[in-house]
Structure formats: structure tokens, C-alpha cells
């Protein structure tokens, strides 16, 4: 329903209309000789601009007033209000509205319920607001109030032909966001607003405080696990207290393994409990223990959200060893790991596939070894995983902060061969993983084909993966990259015709050039896989790899192409990403199988970079160095070959590397490589940071030190 009214903004300029008398009388005379009838329409035409300029001064408005209103209610919904209350606002909300609404003005109401966050449950529109028996809106937080963001809700869902409420129904616990920021600005856009308090009845309110555990623990010794609980409640003469009853859980955790320390039904006066656990340990580790207070009645206990404390303890016994094998080849160091049990050592053993979670888990170790265990593991999408990031720089702080010894132990899948270079771990070792001597000739070329993705985001994951696998090549290998450049066809990214170039000082431009490159529609694969061919016979590497990744879609090769990759020896892996049915994958498969590469089918773009991480260590087998049974020599007394006399057997083969030039690297044990004394090490340590790191390049009897195990 509407009423017109007019309306000045500036009503003091309407006394200029007393102009018009004195501007009749001047002009009446000024006009005589016009005749009658001219005379009055000239007065007539000067009244009206007079009277139009003033009324444009005046700032004259038609105003238009709706005597419809709308009225959101705010209810709060979080978790300091018991669940009968929430209920009873659902209700008065439903009764006022059918109650006060004047559906023939046509008025409308909404309900915008908040707790950490705020939602609309029901927008406002002109009917009754429905009883659905509860609330449909699920609010994923209900640990706080913040009525901040309900205000703004709510000021965004009024429209602008009607008058505008808001009634708020809360206790006033608001603990996020500053509700009297808003309110200004809402009176100021004529929002008027109503507070409804919610009365609440006194209630519990239990607490776990902490967990208390002696901080001196020793293994086989019994103590106690207390856990201080306080049953807080109103205080005064009138005041009136209540016992709660609920169970007391304690468990204690040993990295993700949760066992239960003792459970019992308690009841809690007001004030202060403690309740204690005897309880001992047997296994040196770092332990955390975990205490949950779960009351019988729920409307009991004002916040659940801290009925739950835990308390940390690190108990040392003999020397702890967390060893990591590759989970591709279990078993293999069993010898090893009998020998250091046989040492009076606690061995634990992993594999790489789910190694540790947390730096919590590793401070239970004095030591953590490597066993052989590459970057990245697995054949296929369902299978291949890696080191995270963030789990490297776990075991690098570990060392450098927490003091923890770090051994690494060689083979083909270890060291540069495994894919670790350029990462933290390569920091905290005694030896850089690349070789940086020019004259050898275990030298890697790899090609990659950047084919556009449909897959969401496919283009950035293929840049991100791409990076990965520039990251894990030596200085001195090979690499190229070919695009299909919407301008000139199939192009190198770099390199110009040459296209395959080496690392070395070149790789911050090359990872520069990645990020800024757009894939193209290729739209055959027979081009690019010439360009590689071409570019591999100019380059002298004992190792030649391709990657393809693509949706499928570019015309498959011919079968004289995929031919002469077989005779040069030279693999493809080809990655299948959001292919459009069997038809667009099968040609990648048969270029992977023609060239005895791997295929694998992609379907969530973040596995790529694991993949990637898996192929790139194909380029850095040239790494791995045969030896024709030669004797390594002791160079350097150091502690670690405290015992060690005479001369030491043979080795058949051992992962190269490069001494870091650093004093602090004591350099044991070499293996007479000719001429190159840098990349010969087999035993080299350091100290790093806080803890000590070690580099063993050969492997621990099962394949190149087989003559070791019975020396």
C-alpha cells in the first residue's frame, strides 16, 4: 500500500515565493501596451519560472511512503544456549509473526539464525513463517556468538519498498565481532532494532583444567594421570548448587595407535575433582595423553566445547630408531635392522608410503635412517605416493632443531637417484646429490609435451608438476619442453632449435619461462615426438626420457616414429588427464606401451606432481655408479669406524655425489673413483644444526655390499 506526498529538502527557499505579488504589480504595468489577453499570458509565463526556479531551490521530491513492513528476527542459535530455548525462539517467532502480520498491507518477515557464522533460515516473504518441527539450516559452528555478521546479514536481505525491523533474540554472550560497530549504521538506514533477552536458568559448567603427569617419567615405573576437573557454578546466599554426573575418558596416544588408559562414571560436586589413573610405560616414545569428560545430560554442561585437555611426556630408554624402507621393496634391510636389535637398539620400521604425520612422532626417535627410499613410489594413480613438503622440512627440523641423528642409506632408489635433490633434505646432508664434474658422463636428458588440459586448473597443476620434475634434475642434465604455440605450431620453450639444454645455471630461467607458458591445443603428437628424437641424438646422456601429458585428443603417431624411439632406447610415459573416453586415452597407452614407458590415467590433477616426482627419477639413474668389486678406503679415523681395523670389502656399485665444501664435513670412507676424489664419497657426516646427519652412498648388503654382511 502506497501514499504521494510532496517534500522539500531545502523548505527555507519557498519564501522567495513572496516574489510573485511584487513581480504581478511590475509587470502589470510594464506590460500595459501588450493588450489584455497578451498581458495576463506574459504574467502568467513569468509566475511560472519564478515559481519553478524556487521550487528547484526548495528541492522539491514526490515521496512515495509504503506502510508495508518487513521484520527479520535474529535468533541465536549457538552452543551457550540449551537446545529448549532454541526451540522456544523457533516457536514465538512463528506466533508473532502470524499474530502481527498485516497480510492485507502485504508485510513480510524472514529468520536469520547465527552462532560462529550467521545463515538465512527463512528469507523474508510475505506468509506465515512455517513450523518444519526444527531449524533446516545446519550451522557448522556453534562454538561462539557473533552478531556482528547476523546484523549485516540481515541488513543485506531487506529490500527497498517497505519499512525495515529487526528483532534479536539472544543472551548477549557475543564473543566474536562488535555488534554496537553495526547498530549505528543501521538506525542511520532507518533499520530499527529490538532486543529480546534470553533468561537463562543457572546452569553447570564443567571444565577439564589440565592433565597432570609427572615430569620425570621412567619406563616400567608406575604413576598416576590426574586430571583436574572444576564444576563451576553461580555463587551467592540464593545461589543453587548441582552435582554432575557424567564418564571420564583417558586415553593415551603413540603417534596415530590410541589406547585406553582407564574410564570410569564420576560425579562432580562444585568446585574442583582431581581423578587420577594408574598407569605405566613400558616403550620409550613420546606419549600424549588425552582426557575427555562426557556429561550424562547434556543440558548439565554450559559449553562442551573444553571438556577436553591433554598433556604431553617424552620417556627415554635405550636408543630409539625409526627406520624407512621403501615401501616398494619391504625386507630388504632386515639383515641391517637384525644387526642394530642385536646392538641393544629399539628399531620401529616404516614404510614410505605412510612414514610419520607430525614432528611429535619423530622427537619419540633418536634417529631416523633412510633406507633406500625415493621421493616418490608407486605405478600408477591408485598407488604412487611421496614425501610431502612439509614432511621433509619435519625431518630436517628434527635435526637441525631437535638434535635427532639423520642417516641416509644409498641404492637406486636413494640420493639423487631417488629424486631428492633440490630438496631440504639435500641441505641437511654432508653431500650435495648432483654431480658437478662435467667429465662424467652419467648425464640425464628429459623431454616434456605440455598438451591443454580441460580438466579444472589441469594448466597450472602441468606447470606446477613440470617444475617438480626441473627441480629434481643435476646440473648437469638435459632438459627441454615442447608447447604447442598457438602462433607457430609445435615450439620449444626454450633453447631455440637446439631445444634440449643443460641445467646448469639455467634452471631460475627456465622455471621463470614455465610459469609464464599457456599450453596449447595440440593437435598431433607425430611433430613433437620428431622435435624430441632430433634434439636427444644431439646430446650425449646415458639416460633419455620423454613425458607426455595430455587429454588424448592430437592424432596418434605412426608406427615408423614409434619405432625409431624403440631402437634409441628411448621411453615415453604418457599422462592421460580428463581424457574423453577410452577412444582419446588409447593412443596414449600405445605410445607408452611401443615405447616400454608407463601410463598412467589422471583423474584429480593433484596427483600429478607425485607422478612426475616418480618419471623424473627415471633421468637420474646415470647417478647410480658400478663398481668392478673394489675396496673402499678408510681416509679419515673418524668415531663412527671406531673398532674397524684392516682392509674392507668390496663393493659392486654405489649412488654419486658431490662433498659439500664445507670444513664441517668429516669425508670416512672413499671408493677409488680415478681422478675424482668429490663424487667418490661412500661414508661422510657433519654436524647440522643441533643433531648430526649421515650419508652412506652404498647400499647395506643386499645388493652392492653383499661381501659386508659376513665380514
Known amino acids: 500500500m502506497w501514499n504521494l506526498n510532496i517534500g522539500f529538502d531545502r523548505p527555507e527557499y519557498l519564501v522567495l515565493l513572496l516574489m510573485l ?387 641416509m642409506l644409498g641404492g637406486p632408489n636413494s640420493f639423487g637417484a631417488g629424486g631428492l635433490a633440490n630438496t631440504e633434505l639435500e641441505k641437511a646432508m654432508p653431500i650435495d646429490f648432483q654431480i658437478r664434474n662435467a667429465k662424467i658422463s652419467a648425464v640425464g636428458a628429459l623431454v616434456l609435451t605440455m598438451h591443454a588440459s580441460e580438466m579444472a586448473q589441469g594448466n597450472f597443476w602441468q606447470k606446477k608438476v613440470a617444475r617438480e620434475a626441473i627441480k629434481a634434475l643435476g646440473p648437469m642434465d638435459f632438459c627441454g619442453v615442447v608447447h604447442w604455440d598457438n602462433v607457430g605450431g609445435d615450439a620449444w620453450l626454450w633453447g631455440g632449435n637446439q631445444g634440449l639444454i643443460r641445467i646448469a645455471g639455467r634452471r631460475n630461467t627456465m622455471l621463470a619461462m614455465l610459469d609464464r607458458m599457456t599450453p596449447g591445443d595440440m593437435p598431433e603428437f607425430e611433430p613433437s615426438m620428431k622435435m624430441a628424437l632430433a634434439a636427444f641424438s644431439r646430446v650425449n646422456a646415458s639416460v633419455k626420457h620423454m613425458i607426455i601429458i595430455s587429454d588424448g585428443d592430437p592424432s596418434p603417431p605412426s608406427a615408423t616414429i614409434l619405432a625409431r624411439f624403440r631402437q634409441a632406447g628411448i621411453k615415453v610415459t604418457t599422462v592421460a588427464v580428463a581424457t574423453h573416453g577410452p577412444a582419446a586415452s588409447s593412443p596414449l597407452k600405445a605410445i607408452a606401451a611401443a615405447t616400454q614407458g608407463n601410463y598412467y590415467e589422471v583423474t584429480n590433477p593433484k596427483v600429478l606432481p607425485k607422478i612426475y616426482q616418480r618419471e623424473a627419477r627415471r633421468v637420474s639413474r646415470p647417478l647410480i655408479k658400478p663398481l668392478d668389486d673394489v675396496s673402499p678406503q678408510i681416509v679419515y679415523p673418524h668415531e663412527i669406524l671406531e673398532g674397524i681395523n684392516g682392509p674392507l670389502p668390496p663393493l659392486t656399485g654405489m649412488v654419486l655425489s658431490t662433498v659439500k665444501q664445507n670444513p664441517l664435513v668429516e669425508v670416512a670412507i672413499r671408493s677409488p673413483i680415478p681422478n675424482d676424489p668429490k663424487n667418490s664419497t661412500v661414508l661422510a657426516a657433519w654436524t647440522y644444526g643441533l643433531g648430526r646427519s649421515v650419508a652412506w652412498t652404498t647400499d647395506a648388503g643386499h645388493r652392492w655390499s653383499t661381501a659386508w654382511t659376513s665380514w
Open 21 to 407: 505579488p511584487v513581480l504581478w504589480v511590475l509587470s502589470y504595468r510594464s506590460l500595459a501596451s501588450l493588450g489584455r489577453v497578451r498581458r495576463w499570458v506574459a504574467m502568467v509565463a513569468r509566475s511560472l519560472v519564478v515559481l519553478f526556479f524556487v521550487l528547484a531551490l526548495a528541492e522539491m521530491q514526490w515521496l512515495r511512503t509504503s506502510s508495508r513492513l518487513t521484520v527479520i528476527y535474529l535468533l541465536d542459535q549457538s552452543a551457550s544456549i540449551p537446545r529448549l530455548k532454541r526451540d522456544l525462539m523457533r516457536e514465538y517467532v512463528i506466533r508473532e509473526v502470524h499474530k502481527y502480520r498485516r497480510a492485507e498491507r502485504g508485510d513480510r518477515a524472514g529468520v536469520v539464525i547465527f552462532g560462529r557464522d550467521a545463515a538465512i533460515e527463512v528469507p523474508p516473504f510475505d506468509d506465515d513463517i512455517p513450523d518444519a518441527g526444527s531449524f533446516e539450516t545446519m550451522l557448522p559452528h556453534r562454538d561462539a556468538t557473533n552478531l556482528e555478521s547476523a546484523l549485516k546479514l540481515a541488513q543485506a536481505s531487506f529490500s527497498e519498498d517497505t519499512a525495515k525491523r529487526i528483532v534479536i533474540v539472544t543472551d548477549g554472550n557475543e564473543n566474536i565481532g562488535n555488534a554496537q560497530s553495526v547498530a549505528p549504521n543501521l538506525t542511520t538506514n532507518g533499520i530499527g532494532i529490538d532486543v529480546i533477552p534470553v533468561k537463562m536458568e543457572t546452569r553447570a559448567e564443567v571444565a577439564i583444567e589440565k592433565v597432570t603427569i609427572p615430569s620425570d617419567v621412567r619406563r616400567g615405573t608406575p604413576f598416576e594421570v590426574r586430571t583436574v576437573l572444576n564444576n563451576d557454578q553461580e555463587e551467592g546466599a540464593h545461589a543453587r548448587t548441582k552435582t554432575v554426573r557424567g564418564r571420564l575418558r583417558v586415553t593415551r596416544l603413540v603417534g596415530s595407535h590410541e589406547e585406553l588408559i582407564g574410564e570410569e562414571t564420576v560425579e562432580l560436586p562444585p568446585g574442583k575433582t582431581v581423578i587420577g589413573f594408574k598407569h605405566s610405560i613400558d616403550k620409550p616414545a613420546m606419549y600424549t595423553y588425552r582426557s575427555v569428560f562426557v556429561p550424562d545430560d547434556p543440558e548439565d554442561d554450559l559449553m562442551p566445547q573444553n571438556n577436553e585437555a591433554t598433556a604431553f611426556t617424552y620417556v627415554r630408554g635405550k636408543g630409539r630408531v625409526l627406520l624407512i624402507e621403501n615401501s616398494e621393496h619391504p625386507g630388504e634391510f632386515d639383515y641391517l635392522i637384525e644387526r642394530l636389535r642385536l646392538s641393544n637398539l629399539e628399531i620401529e620400521v616404516r614404510g614410505s608410503t605412510q612414514p610419520f604425520e607430525s614432528l611429535a612422532e619423530l622427537q619419540g626417535f633418536d634417529c631416523v635412517v633412510l633406507a633406500d627410499v625415493p621421493r616418490s613410489t608407486g605405478f600408477d594413480t591408485a598407488s604412487v605416493s611421496s614425501f610431502r613438503d612439509e614432511q621433509i622440512s619435519m625431518l630436517v627440523r628434527n635435526t637441525e632443531q631437535m638434535g635427532a641423528g639423520l642417516v
